[in-house]
């Protein structure tokens, strides 16, 4: 049997690691670094960084893996797309695993929370399912929606409401028209635009030294919010952000 370690890594700051993140990284034999292109000197930048820093006896193998690319514009289906990308991730996982011995340890540190917006652990239980001996452990991180929260020192549920965290995706397809608040991810194309009279919490490269904060009403810090974007995606490369929207409350 394999053990696999899913380990969340928090949203951008060493900081943000656990005591238990911290003792797993340290029983881990291989590492398992994905290859995002333009993202990975950012982002498994920060990884090494937690390794060098946190790794009392790095003993330990790097095996990159790369993360390929979703059909988007041919496929309609969105769900069909993403099925599909996580089975090309199967086959990925099948080779790296390979370089485990049995019996061995290796770990993903997934970037976040391993339970929000990631396909890592469905992989792993998809492969557990289909007969792979691997035992699998999850160690909790904390999220880019709890790091925006901190940041702007706001609370994600307003009094008795339920937190919706959703997709710019499906903001802009309406689906918090209806909604008080919502906190948004994987946002390209600014969905919070339909909201104006919100007031919007926007967080770019939250916990790192990159880190964009940007609050207000939506009518008045739009513009800002986009330049913001726009200059730091040119001079990086890639970009993460993450917002809350707010709408007035009802008298
Ligand atoms: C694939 S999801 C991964 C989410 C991650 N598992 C988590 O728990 O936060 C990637 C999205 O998370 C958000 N995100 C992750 N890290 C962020 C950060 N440091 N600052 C702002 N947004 C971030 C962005 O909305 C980005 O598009």
């Given at each position: 049997m394999r053990t696999i370690l899913v380990i969340g890594i928090g949203a951008g700051n060493p900081d943000y690691l656990t005591v238990q993140a911290i003792r797993a990284m340290n029983r881990a034999e291989v590492f398992f670094m994905p290859d995002k292109g333009e993202e990975k000197s950012g982002l498994n930048a920060i990884r090494l960084a937690m390794l060098a820093q946190f790794v009392e006896k790095p003993q330990y193998r790097l095996v990159d893996f790369a993360i390929p690319s979703r059909r988007r514009a041919e496929t309609p289906d969105y769900r069909e797309s993403v099925e599909e990308w996580r089975d090309k991730l199967e086959i990925a996982y099948r080779r790296m695993f390979a370089e485990l011995p049995d019996g061995g340890t290796g770990a993903f540190l997934v970037w976040g929370d391993p339970t929000l917006y990631d396909g890592t652990l469905r992989i792993l239980k998809d492969m557990q399912s289909a007969g792979w001996d691997l035992a699998i452990e999850v160690i909790p991180g904390i999220s880019a929606p709890q790091a925006l929260a901190a940041q702007h020192q706001?609370?994600?549920?307003?009094?008795?409401e339920a937190v919706t965290i959703t997709t710019g995706r499906r903001v802009g397809e309406g689906e918090a028209d209806a909604l008080s608040s919502a906190v948004v991810m994987l946002d390209n194309h600014q969905a919070f635009r339909r909201f104006e009279d919100a007031e919007i919490f926007w967080g770019a490269?939250?916990?790192?030294?990159d880190e964009i904060l940007v609050a207000g009403r939506i009518a008045d810090v739009a513009a800002e919010i986009d330049e913001k974007r726009r200059q730091a995606q040119s001079r990086n490369g890639w970009i993460m952000d993450t917002y809350m929207i707010r709408k007035p409350e009802k008298s």
């Open positions: 706001v609370t994600l549920n307003r009094v008795g490269y939250l916990g790192t030294a």
